[in-house]
């Protein structure tokens, strides 16, 4: 109701044409039976004479029918659209709300199709229920009225074939719901596989694995098409039924107007009449056996969408959250535990404090704990236990827009939007001026292979910024975080896809963009932590070594053998190696 009440004038101009569909259905069969019954009762000088009025008032139906027919299609141009556009904007609101796990546990095409499937669906669910059920429920109860006029027996013969074809469409209508919701959930897992290959195109070119995707996907497409065959033989069957059941009334009407014929009581325009009334409706109820599948499939794929649209949000706002209050940035862990769905405790009752503009340098091997330690002050999950304080604020207690609009992150591998390059940097400020934007890709040391491309600052960038290497990346997205210029900093291996000389000159962009911030620096790199103001070691969820450099290197433990053991400035990829 929500989606249609804006549209409810328009939704009445469809309802309108489906009225003057249901009349016309049966008013030109009975204008066609006044006309030939005219034509027969008539004196042959009289015909003509005795024909303009029913003549043009049928010629006058046909071009009322054909007008309301054009003001149909301007309702549908403006209605159907109108409809998708609300449902995405609806739907994306939604998604965009869901944690971050989420989008680890699904597939970015999978979630695409479903908020596709929904859009589309909901619309077609408000065609197919005014312009068919509607109307051809509303032409049902005028036709048994006019065949009523002729004879009785007809109206019930119709009344009762009418109720069987459809109680044998209804009846079937669970299984075929369950046949398409089968069919759109392989249709689902089908289209995010396909995206998934285009994503991972250049891992199937290095290791040549054509041949073996092409049999993955040989299998899901196999498992998509035999859910779709299943669907159709069932509406197959039920069609053959119904097909018989057609040919059972019509040949009973014939015997009965034959008998009429013979008797005298039944004229040339009842024998038009009946059969063209019998011929609409068989081709009504086709239309809404037809209908009863399309629905059911919209149903299911409607069904499947919200499935995981509308799932609860996994970190909601408390409904009095405030905006942060941020004065200095400390960062305060409050005996904090946490653990993934179903997995061991990454965090027992950690404790720490960071204080105010403090640089720290967060150390230890891959799945030490380094990234969800930040994440969890990013608020993308929530802690199972405890508390995680901002300037004496628990982040919980915080409307999440503003907890990370007091955060910049410069993550380890930046995705962009297929967006102009300076829209991508002005995503860190969105009314930033170009010479602002200008002036960040300077200091991120950006502007100068951003000059060399013809479009400059209009290229597009390609899905997830694939037209630009690397390290372009980074330095786009330490240009966002120059932009945006929050009071808490964090970067996660933010120069590890730059060159020395380039990392060399965007360091001192980055300690020019650190001045006054409070700062978590996750490195592989060791010698880019050397003038942390603290260096913190985390070994398996836990906090093992905490203080300077110099410190940590002067008492034995796992950040000096760290980095006695670096090759080229760089940690060992995990324990084992380091012991090798």
């Known amino acids: 109701m929500k989606v249609v ?18 009349i016309d259905i049966s008013l030109r069969p009975y204008l066609i039976k006044v006309i030939l019954n005219t034509i027969a009762d008539s004196p042959h000088e009289k015909v003509v004479e005795n024909l303009w009025v029913p003549a043009g008032f049928y010629l006058f139906v046909s071009i009322t029918v ?9 309702v549908a141009l403006k209605l159907f659209p109108g409809i998708k556009k609300m449902i995405c904007m609806i739907l994306m609101d939604r998604m965009m709300d869901h944690s971050h796990q989420t989008y680890q546990n699904q597939f970015a095409g999978g979630l695409s199709n479903k908020i596709s499937d929904v859009m589309n669906g909901v619309s077609n669910i408000v065609r197919l229920f005014i312009d068919k059920f509607f109307s051809q429920t509303l032409a049902l109860f005028i036709a048994v009225y006019t065949v009523w006029t002729v004879d009785i027996k007809f109206a019930f013969a119709l009344l009762i074939w009418v109720i069987l074809f459809l109680a044998l469409s209804l009846g079937t209508a669970p299984h075929t719901r369950h046949l398409s919701d089968k069919a759109a959930t392989a249709r689902t ?3 995010g596989h396909i995206v998934d290959i285009f994503s991972n195109m250049m891992s199937i070119r290095l290791f040549s694995t054509k041949n073996s995707e092409h049999g993955y996907l040989e299998n899901m497409m196999d498992n998509y098409v035999s859910a779709e065959q299943k669907r159709d033989r069932f509406f197959m069957n039920v069609h053959a039924l119904q097909g018989v059941s057609f040919v059972v009334f019509q040949a009973l009407c014939l015997w009965w107007l034959i008998m009429g014929v013979k008797m005298q009581t039944t004229t040339a325009g009842d024998f038009a009449l009946i059969l063209s009334i019998n011929i609409a409706m068989v081709d009504c109820l086709w239309i809404i056996s037809q209908d009863v599948k399309e629905f059911a499939e919209h149903l299911g794929n409607v069904t499947q969408g919200l499935r995981i649209v509308t799932a609860p949000i996994e970190i909601p706002d408390k409904p009095n959250a405030k905006n942060i209050a941020l004065s200095k940035g400390k960062i305060v862990f409050d005996n904090v535990r946490f653990q993934y769905n179903g997995m061991e405790p990454l965090f027992k009752n950690k404790s720490i404090t960071i204080n105010a503009g403090q640089k720290v340098g967060l150390v230890g091997f891959s799945g030490s704990g380094k990234t969800t330690f930040v994440n969890l002050i990013l608020r993308l999950f929530d802690v199972t236990g405890g508390s995680i304080m901002i300037d004496g604020q628990d982040i919980r207690d915080l409307t999440q827009k503003s907890l990370r609009k007091a955060i910049a992150m410069i993550p380890q591998e930046p995705t962009l ?9 002005r995503y860190g400020k969105l009314n930033a001026t170009e010479k602002e934007v200008m002036t960040a890709a300077q200091k991120a040391h950006a502007h100068d292979f951003i000059r060399l491309i013809p479009e400059k600052y209009q290229v ?10 690397g390290g372009q990346r980074q330095r786009i997205a330490i240009a966002r975080a120059i932009l945006k210029n929050s009071p808490i900093l964090i970067l996660d291996e933010a120069t590890s896809q730059l060159d020395s000389m380039t990392e060399t000159l965007i360091q001192e962009s980055l300690w020019y963009l650190m001045e006054n911030k409070t700062c978590l620096v996750i490195a592989h790199r060791l010698s880019t932590l050397l003038h942390m103001d603290r260096i913190i070691v985390f070994e398996r969820g836990k906090i093992v070594q905490d203080g300077t450099h110099d410190e940590l290197m002067n008492q034995p433990g796992l950040y000096k053998s760290l980095w ?5 400035g760089f940690l060992p990829a995990d324990e084992d190696e380091e012991s090798e």
């Not at 597009?460 to 290497?469: N, T, Y």
């Not at 006695?564 to 080229?568: P, T």
């Open 5 to 22: 009440r804006p549209f409810k004038w328009l939704i009445s101009g469809q309802i309108f044409v489906a009225i003057v569909w249901a």
């Open 66 to 74: 054909v007008i309301v027919f054009r003001y149909y299609d301007w």
């Open 189 to 191: 897992t089908l289209m």
């Open 460 to 469: 597009m960038v390609g899905e997830r910024g694939v037209k630009l290497s």
């Open 417 to 425: 939007f297929n967006r102009t390059l300076l829209e991508n940097i």
């Open 564 to 568: 006695e053991a670096q090759i080229g």
